[in-house]
């Protein structure tokens, strides 16, 4: 997820999305475990993106 589609994403939206994308890690991670990914570099791309959206979050917290 590129950074211009974070902010586009209302604030509501946007915390719907991180909270997914979390979950999304943490099942990645648990089948990661049990059988290895064919692409376990996702796993990088998928925290990236949490950084990306809590980074967004908290810029809008500090201009309110």
């Known amino acids: 997820m590129k ?3 974070i902010k586009e994403l209302a604030t509501e939206d946007l915390v719907e999305r991180l ?3 979390v979950a999304k890690l943490q ?4 089948n990661h475990a ?7 570099s996702q ?3 998928v925290r990236r993106d949490i950084a990306r959206m809590k ?5 809008r917290e500090l201009n309110k």
């Open 3 to 5: 950074i211009n589609e």
């Open 19 to 21: 909270e997914g994308t």
């Open 43 to 45: 796993i990088k791309l």
């Open 34 to 40: 049990i059988t290895p990914l064919e692409n376990p």
């Open 27 to 30: 099942q990645m991670k648990l």
């Open 55 to 59: 980074t967004e979050l908290r810029q």
